[in-house]
């Protein structure tokens, strides 16, 4: 099991490889939701932090490229919509997993509250 954003920072190449036979990756969709949410303009980034964000993204987008295609392999991606899945692993990946997954719709999670922190 891995979330989303933790895969992105710790990402090898041959993680993906030599991992267990079903792996889920969850919140997959998480920073492209976060990005998308209402709530009105945020405050930039640094270039420094824009920077990391972009090579966790692109390294998360990578490691599920790879999952996907192997042979021999299952897989659960928990994803909020499929805009959101194109948007944080591109279209031939997003078409790719698709094509081949059943897809569930679930009822969202509760978000939390400042109560049950």
Do not use: F, K
């Amino acid at each position: 099991m891995h979330q989303a954003h933790g895969l992105g920072r710790t990402y090898q190449p041959d993680m993906v490889e030599n991992t267990i036979p079903v792996t889920v990756v969850d919140d997959l969709t998480l920073s492209v939701d976060l990005a998308r949410e209402a709530g009105g303009p945020r405050l930039a980034d640094t270039v420094e932090v824009q920077a990391m964000m972009a090579l966790g993204a692109g390294a998360l987008a990578e490691a599920v490229d790879r999952l996907t295609a192997l042979p021999s392999r299952s897989w659960i991606l928990i994803a909020s919509c499929v805009e959101h899945l194109v948007e944080t692993v591109g279209q031939e990946t997003a078409d790719r997993i698709l094509s081949v997954a059943e897809q569930a719709e679930l009822p969202p999670r509760p978000r939390p509250t400042l109560s049950s922190w």
